[in-house]
């Protein structure tokens, strides 16, 4: 209550504390509330290590929601080292275990083929139990599914429709996907005004969702235009595991906009974004081994990693090279 402000004036500070009590006496959820707040930098300051440490605590115990936040925290290697193998058997049993949160990552690991053989058939099957299980993130992977026609008739309007469900539903990624739709004018009105508070939102209500509000500074998309502020909400995202966002980020410390150029910094976050199942990445790092720009010249790594993201559906790295 004193977390969430229901009944009592909102007081994370006083929340990580009651949270911490409750924890070293013994109270499991406690732990994984806890977690939370280090995950979050809410009434703590953040501390991934310290959050991976108390969900994977929480998990030993059979706290099912800590299991699949540590399966996360191990997916995207955040506090903790980098295990698709553990992550995949954690969501699995999450997912077993009726947390549709795990259902929704099992899926992604599914359709990105990380951990596990990639089956997209499988991935929307669990999207769609994990939004059965009122998990709305698995309803908004179904919306990117219409939305790109991945298993699905491609269909802008349902995916929209998703995606305005979940936000309702307090998703903040639906609100960020909807967001950008209204800066698109993809299945709605084009509508930067309405777009900026659904991403200001999405951004205030979870980390992992500033991409959007990162890009509208970036782009002057119902704002000025403003570097440090989009590289600031791309690092706030991408530091909680959002891949996009990393590679927006990595784009600026290759260009030096609104951050201290850093060619191998950039490198090595579009290496990582690639090694996750993207393309775009795999694309850019190729340009950088053409090049010899923060990595030593290399055209026959260069080749394979614009091959990689050809076979992923990037048209762009199909095309031969000039």
């Given at each position: 209550?004193?977390?969430?402000?229901?009944?009592?004036?909102?007081?994370?500070?006083?929340?990580?504390?009651l949270?911490?009590r409750?924890?070293?006496?013994?109270?499991?959820?406690?732990?994984?509330?806890?977690a939370?707040?280090?995950?979050?930098?809410?009434?703590?300051?953040?501390?991934?290590?310290?959050?991976?440490?108390?969900?994977?605590?929480?998990?030993?115990?059979?706290?099912?929601?800590?299991?699949?936040?540590?399966?996360?925290?191990?997916?995207?290697?955040i506090?903790?080292?980098?295990?698709?193998?553990?992550?995949?058997?954690?969501?699995?049993?999450?997912?077993?275990?009726?947390?549709?949160?795990?259902c929704?990552?099992?899926?992604?690991?599914?359709?990105?083929?990380?951990?596990?053989?990639?089956?997209?058939?499988?991935?929307?099957?669990?999207?769609?139990?994990?939004?059965?299980?009122?998990?709305?993130?698995?309803?908004?992977?179904?919306?990117?599914?219409?939305?790109?026609?991945?298993?699905?008739?491609?269909?802008?309007?349902?995916?929209?429709?998703?995606f305005?469900?979940?936000?309702?539903?307090?998703?903040?990624?639906?609100?960020?996907?909807?967001?950008?739709?209204?800066?698109?004018?993809?299945?709605?009105?084009?509508?930067?005004?309405?777009?900026?508070?659904?991403?200001?939102?999405?951004?205030?209500?979870?980390?992992?969702?500033?991409?959007?509000?990162?890009s509208?500074?970036?782009?002057?998309?119902?704002?000025?235009?403003?570097?440090?502020?989009?590289?600031?909400?791309?690092?706030?995202?991408?530091?909680?595991?959002?891949?996009?966002?990393?590679?927006?980020?990595?784009?600026?410390?290759?260009?030096?906009?609104?951050?201290?150029?850093?060619?191998?910094?950039?490198?090595?976050?579009?290496?990582?974004?690639?090694?996750?199942?993207?393309?775009?990445?795999?694309?850019?790092?190729?340009?950088?081994?053409?090049?010899?720009?923060?990595?030593?010249?290399?055209?026959?790594?260069?080749?394979?990693?614009?091959?990689?993201?050809?076979?992923?559906?990037?048209?762009?790295?199909?095309?031969?090279?000039?």
């Open positions: 209550m004193v977390k969430c402000g229901r009944g009592v004036a909102k007081d994370e500070a006083l929340a990580s504390s949270y911490r409750g924890c070293e006496g013994g109270h499991i959820a406690s732990c994984t509330n806890l939370l707040l280090y995950l979050h930098g809410r009434g703590v300051e953040r501390d991934a290590t310290a959050a991976a440490q108390l969900f994977r605590y929480a998990c030993e115990q059979r706290d099912v929601s800590a299991c699949e936040r540590y399966a996360y925290c191990l997916f995207r290697g506090g903790v080292t980098k295990d698709l193998t553990t992550a995949f058997s954690l969501n699995t049993y999450a997912c077993d275990n009726g947390d549709g949160d795990g929704t990552h099992l899926g992604l690991q599914y359709d990105l083929g990380l951990g596990v053989a990639a089956n997209r058939g499988k991935a929307l099957a669990l999207f769609q139990q994990a939004c059965e299980a009122d998990a709305q993130n698995g309803c908004v992977h179904l919306g990117f599914a219409y939305l790109q026609g991945r298993g699905f008739p491609k269909d802008v309007n349902k995916a929209v429709a998703w305005r469900s979940a936000c309702d539903r307090d998703s903040a990624l639906g609100c960020q996907a909807l967001a950008e739709a209204y800066f698109d004018g993809n299945g709605v009105p084009k509508d930067p005004k309405q777009a900026l508070t659904l991403a200001t939102r999405a951004c205030n209500d979870e980390p992992f969702c500033c991409t959007a509000l990162g509208a500074y970036e782009e002057g998309n119902g704002v000025p235009i403003d570097l440090s502020k989009a590289a600031d909400h791309y690092r706030r995202a991408c530091e909680d595991g959002a891949t996009k966002a990393c590679v927006l980020l990595a784009s600026l410390y290759e260009e030096g906009r609104g951050v201290q150029k850093d060619e191998k910094k950039a490198a090595a976050m579009y290496q990582e974004a690639c090694d996750e199942g993207r393309a775009s990445p795999c694309n850019a790092l190729a340009g950088m081994y053409d090049d010899g720009r923060g990595v030593p010249k290399d055209p026959t790594k260069a080749a394979a990693l614009r091959k990689l993201a050809c076979d992923r559906g990037l048209a762009a790295a199909c095309a031969p090279k000039p």
